[in-house]
Nanobody
Framework: VQLQASGGGLAQAGGSLRLSCAVSGRTFVTNALGWFRQAPGKERELVAVIGWSSVNTYYGDFVKGRFTISRDNAKNTHYLQMNSLKPEDTAVYFC???????????????WGQGTQVTVSS
């Protein structure tokens, strides 16, 4: 399974960015899809995850309604719409796939290369 993230870049505080992640290869083994982030000197943390049917989603506490995860199974792609960005959202964002329910970072074994998101104040 291979994942390719795109859509990162520079945004101003209060602005928006949309990340995309294309999944290829043995996509039939994947169930949950997620986004994670890692800031310099910090551990990688869960941003958002979504189940196969898109009914179930889960967000990190810091999201507070600002981000929305979605997926298009026909395109093997999932997205992260980020609104009301803050400087503390600056990090490398990673997309990932899990063959499990995917509610924790430990469920994820397939990772993309990461895309930088920088939010200026």
């Amino acid at each position: 399974v291979q994942l390719q993230a795109s859509g990162g870049g520079l945004a101003q505080a209060g602005g928006s960015l949309r990340l995309s992640c294309a999944v290829s290869g043995r996509t039939f083994v994947t169930n949950a899809l997620g986004w994670f982030r890692q800031a310099p000197g910090k551990e990688r943390e869960l941003v958002a995850v979504i189940g196969w049917s898109s009914v179930n989603t889960y967000y990190g506490d810091f999201v507070k309604g600002r981000f929305t995860i979605s997926r298009d199974n026909a395109k093997n792609t999932h997205y992260l719409q980020m609104n009301s960005l803050k400087p503390e959202d600056t990090a490398v964002y990673f997309c990932a796939a899990s063959s499990r329910k995917g509610w924790t970072i430990y469920d994820y074994h397939y990772w993309g290369q990461g895309t930088q998101v920088t939010v200026s104040s």
